[in-house]
């Protein structure tokens, strides 16, 4: 299942986290976009890596390692969640509204484009 988390509930939802990894924020914007906005939330581990790179990179990330996709309005996140899931990623999670909404509801100091 692809849970849904709004920004403003990201730290909560990082923080059910257990273990000692660290979770994933996983951006998968492109390079230009990343440069227009990021963010670095606290209790987790962001990577930049672009949509269509994914599925060439996949064997970089690790099924067992709970990942929040965003992006920047949540249409590609959520199908890069999708992809993950059906690769047998077993906690997943769609960042929704993404980065702008991550600008309204947790952050006003990230640029909206």
Do not use: K
């Not at 990021?38 to 949509?51: D, Y």
Request: with cysteine.
């Amino acid at each position: 299942m692809i849970e849904q988390i709004p920004p403003s509930a990201l730290p909560d939802w990082l923080a059910t986290v257990t273990g000692d990894q660290l979770p994933l924020l996983l951006d998968v914007r492109e390079p230009a976009e990343w440069q227009a906005a990021s963010v670095q939330p606290a209790g987790a581990e962001l990577l930049q890596m672009s949509m269509h790179t994914l599925p060439a990179r996949l064997g970089e990330l690790d099924p067992d390692r709970p990942v929040a996709v965003l992006c920047h309005h949540g249409v590609r996140s959520q199908h890069v969640a999708a992809f993950l899931a059906h690769h047998g990623f077993e906690r997943v999670a769609n960042v929704v509204g993404g980065i702008d909404a991550w600008s309204v509801q947790a952050d006003p100091t990230v640029p909206r484009y």
